[in-house]
Structures are given as structure tokens and as C-alpha cells.
């Protein structure tokens, strides 16, 4: 085991680790300021020896009340927007000074899920990291929790941190917490509960048991991360869970040792614009195919045509993100629209040849590209 994990990890050269509220702060909410230098010093040593690190920090929000005195975090949305704005340049100064011991710079990037959910805003956001790589400067991502209305949030840094890393192209990410990794029954339950090291599929049971466990399991909760882990396996990202309270935590886990729960990724990476429609972008409608051109999609890497349309849910523009449904009603393909649900609705069960004559205009015959599509696996 150890050696296939370092064959796995010797690869290793863009890395975004994670680290969350539970791991910078002590249960009384103030900095928990040996661990955060200790973390930061790894951060640095890594990036001395060559790789490229980014860190996804929380902790605006806790930071920010315990700046204000609050003895907890308060529950209406402006009050955590305000701490997090007071918090976020509280971390941000902590971070600045830790790193620049070590002579390195820092970057702030605060992100919203809207950034994820637009192409051009997506595209913006890779080409910003990636300059700031080039530039041998470490960025410290957040969500933007100040101007994130609750619609619009992902409200955890697992999600964003897994979704940063397919942003990225990164080839790992590591996310720090207060548990030592994903157990098969919740350890302070059952004393038998037996620590995975290496988890090559997310199974229902495990799903449904980090639900039960919620937030009293681990800080974020192990439904987060296990959402993180199922966008990282998928997209070619190799991912660990480990315990930030373990000494040289990530340099142990680059070396190989046998450190938290390794997620297996799927051997093939997945392209940046397939990874846009997996999992950047919201959906804004749906399609239901017959069994057909559900094959056709799923099975022969085909376009969508008219012909095969049986129904259409939502609203949605031309060049919007659908998600297409087999008879049945699962979820097999995502991708970009070339017409619009009311055109869709005219057209749908027709010949491709037929379009231009319901609609007076024909610029496509495909209703969704197979460029512009991504199958679910
Ligand atoms: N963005 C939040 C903060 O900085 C943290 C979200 C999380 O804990 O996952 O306070």
C-alpha cells in the first residue's frame, strides 16, 4: 500500500491544500497560531522545493467574531457577511507576515459561485491563478462570503477547494480537518470503527452515514468532503483527508506515508470545458430523450438532435447549460444548448431537416453539440 501511494503521490506538483475554521482556531474561536506557523512553514517548504501550492483557507467568519468579541458565530446572514469582511483582512495579515518569514508572497482570491457558474468568469478565474503561479506567488483562495447571497453560495470550502483544484488542473488536493479521515461507522460512536486509507469508490452507505453524522463528526462535515472527493475522483484529482493536528501532516502525506484517507481518482484527467460543465456551471433546465439518442449520447459519443426530444423542463436561453434525462429520469449528459426551451418545444420529436421550416431559421442541427456535451459516468 505505502508504495503504491507514493508512486501516486512522486507525480505530485501542483497541490491545493485546504484547511479549514476547526484547524486555525481553538474551540474558544482565537487563532490557534502553532498550528497555522507550522502549516504554513510545510506550505513553504513544498513551494521551495519546487512545487506549486494554493491554499483555500476558511476562517473569515470565525476570525472575524472573534475580532468583534462575539462568544459565537451569529446566525443571520449581514451580521456573517460584516465578520467575514473584518475577518477575511485579519487572516489575510496573518498569512501575509507567516509566508513573507519564508520570503514569499502571497495572493488574496476571493471567489463566488458565480464565478464558477459563467464560462468567461471561469475561464477568467483559471487564467488569473494560473498567472499568479507563474509568478511563483502562493494564492490564498476564500469564498467571497461578504457579497455571496445564500443562493449563490457553495456555504463550504470542501466544494470550492475540489472545484479550485479542477480549476487548476491541480494534480492533488489535500483537506485538513479535525478527523483523521473517513472511518467505516463514526469513531466516537464505535470503538471498532477502522480509519479507510484508500477509498476507490463513494458508496451510498458512506453518503448516507456523513449525513447522519453532520457537523458533530467533523467541522465542515463528512458530506462536504465526500461531495469534494466525488468532483476530485471524477475529474482526475487525487484526494486526502487527513488531520491537520498530525505533525508534518503534508509533507508526510507528499512522502507517501500512510496518512488520512486517500481518494482514488479515475485514471483519466477530464477536459477543463467537460469539467465546466460537470460541475462549475448550475443547470438551467432539462431534456428528456427517448431511449434512442439516450444510447446514441451515452454509447456513440453522439450529438443531440430534435428527433430524439420527448420533453423539456425549465426555461432557459440558447447557449445555456441543460442537463439531459433518459426515460427513466436520470441525469446521463450535460452541455450547451443551441436553442432555446420555447424553440426546443416546436422542434423537439422533428427531423433535424424540418427545423428551419418550424422555426423560419436553422443555424444548427444539433440541438446540444457533442463538443459542447458531457456524459455522465
Ligand atoms: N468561507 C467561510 C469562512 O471563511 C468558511 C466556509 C467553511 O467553513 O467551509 O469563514
Known amino acids: 500500500m505505502g508504495v503504491n501511494r507514493r508512486k501516486r503521490l512522486e507525480t505530485v506538483q501542483r497541490l491545493v491544500v485546504k484547511v479549514g475554521t476547526s484547524t486555525l482556531t481553538y474551540s474558544n474561536g482565537k487563532l490557534n497560531l502553532y498550528r497555522i506557523e507550522r502549516l504554513v512553514r510545510e506550505m513553504a517548504d513544498l513551494h521551495n522545493r519546487g512545487m506549486e501550492v494554493i491554499l483555500?483557507?476558511?476562517?473569515?467568519?470565525?476570525?472575524?467574531?472573534?475580532?468583534?468579541?462575539?462568544?459565537?458565530?451569529?446566525?443571520?446572514?449581514?451580521?456573517?457577511?460584516?465578520?467575514?469582511?473584518?475577518?477575511?483582512?485579519?487572516?489575510?495579515?496573518?498569512?501575509?507576515?507567516?509566508?513573507?518569514?519564508?520570503?514569499?508572497?502571497?495572493?488574496?482570491?476571493?471567489?463566488?459561485?458565480?464565478?464558477?457558474?459563467?464560462r468567461i468568469r471561469y475561464l477568467n478565474a483559471t487564467n488569473a491563478l494560473l498567472s499568479l503561479l507563474k509568478m511563483e506567488v502562493i494564492p490564498i483562495i476564500n469564498e467571497n462570503d461578504t457579497v455571496a447571497v445564500e443562493e449563490i453560495r457553495f456555504g463550504d470550502n470542501d466544494t470550492l477547494s475540489a472545484l479550485v483544484a479542477g480549476l487548476v488542473d491541480a494534480d492533488m488536493l489535500i483537506i485538513l480537518s479535525?478527523?483523521?479521515?473517513?472511518?467505516?461507522?463514526?469513531?466516537?460512536?464505535?470503538?471498532?470503527?477502522?480509519?479507510?486509507?484508500?477509498v476507490e469508490e463513494i458508496t451510498p452507505e458512506m453518503e448516507a452515514s456523513s449525513h447522519n453524522r453532520g457537523s458533530s463528526f467533523a467541522s465542515g462535515g463528512m458530506y462536504t468532503k465526500l461531495k469534494a472527493a466525488r468532483i476530485c475522483m471524477a475529474s482526475g484529482i487525487t484526494m486526502i483527508i487527513a488531520n491537520s493536528a498530525e505533525d508534518n501532516v503534508i509533507r508526510r502525506i507528499i512522502a507517501g506515508e500512510e496518512v488520512g484517507t486517500l481518494f482514488v481518482p479515475r485514471g483519466v484527467k477530464m477536459h477543463a470545458r467537460e469539467k465546466w460543465?460537470?460541475?462549475?456551471?448550475?443547470?438551467?433546465?432539462?431534456?428528456?430523450?427517448?431511449e434512442g439518442a439516450a444510447t446514441a449520447l451515452t454509447k456513440k459519443g453522439r450529438s443531440l438532435l430534435a428527433s430524439g426530444i420527448t420533453g423539456i423542463a425549465g426555461e432557459f436561453e440558447r447557449g445555456s447549460v441543460v442537463g439531459v434525462k433518459s426515460p427513466k429520469g436520470q441525469e446521463i449528459a450535460r452541455g450547451i444548448v443551441h436553442y432555446s426551451a420555447g424553440e426546443i418545444r416546436l422542434i423537439a420529436g422533428r427531423k433535424s431537416s424540418e427545423i428551419e421550416?418550424?422555426?423560419?431559421?436553422?443555424?444548427?442541427?444539433?440541438?446540444?453539440?457533442?463538443?459542447n456535451l458531457w456524459v455522465v459516468r
Open 56 to 118: 483555500v483557507s476558511s476562517g473569515a467568519i470565525g476570525v472575524g467574531a472573534n475580532r468583534m468579541g462575539l462568544k459565537k458565530i451569529p446566525t443571520t446572514i449581514p451580521e456573517k457577511q460584516a465578520l467575514a469582511a473584518i475577518g477575511q483582512g485579519a487572516l489575510m495579515q496573518l498569512y501575509e507576515k507567516l509566508f513573507s518569514e519564508y520570503n514569499l508572497t502571497v495572493a488574496q482570491v476571493l471567489l463566488t459561485r458565480g464565478d464558477f457558474d459563467e
Open 178 to 198: 479535525d478527523v483523521d479521515g473517513l472511518y467505516d461507522a463514526d469513531p466516537r460512536s464505535s470503538e471498532n470503527a477502522r480509519l479507510l486509507s484508500r
Open 277 to 290: 460543465l460537470a460541475f462549475g456551471t448550475l443547470v438551467q433546465g432539462y431534456i428528456e430523450v427517448d
Open 357 to 371: 421550416h418550424i422555426l423560419g431559421e436553422k443555424d444548427y442541427d444539433e440541438v446540444i453539440h457533442r463538443n
